[in-house]
């Protein structure tokens, strides 16, 4: 069974920074793309940033410029790195996968249970 685990979230000041990670394991046999979802009170789950296993990555607006995403192949696991950290980015921050595991010819999303992240003074 797929798992996907995240770590790093935390309380960091304004101005602040903050890296996350999350690895996938299981029966994985394929990834096309790992990224990041985020989901403050009261408001839509919303894309932060997505990176694809040849590189490509997208970012929300609100976070281009501060936050990067990157990925080790080899271990499955993704990263965001989040710099200058502002209150308005204070969320519960989600794992994303498309991946096909051994049991299944078609590529589905995974998610992962989320890590908190508070930006407060």
């Known amino acids: 069974q797929v798992q996907l685990v995240e770590s790093g979230g935390g309380l960091v000041q304004p101005g602040g920074s903050l890296r996350l990670s999350c690895a996938a394991s299981?029966?994985?046999?394929?990834?096309?793309?790992m990224g990041w979802y985020r989901q403050a009170p009261g408001k839509e789950r919303e894309l932060v940033a997505t990176?694809?296993?040849?590189?490509?990555?997208n970012y929300a607006d609100s976070v281009k410029g501060r936050f990067t995403i990157s990925g080790d192949n080899a271990k499955n696991t993704v990263y965001l790195q989040m710099n200058s950290l502002k209150p308005e980015d204070t969320a519960v921050y989600y794992c994303?996968?498309?991946?096909?595991?051994?049991?299944?010819?078609?590529?589905?999303?995974?998610w992962g249970k989320g890590t908190q992240v508070t930006v407060s003074s």
């Open positions: 994303n996968a498309v991946l096909r595991t051994t049991m299944l010819s078609t590529y589905n999303i995974y």
């Open positions: 299981g029966s994985i046999s394929s990834i096309y793309s």
């Open positions: 990176t694809t296993r040849g590189g490509t990555a």
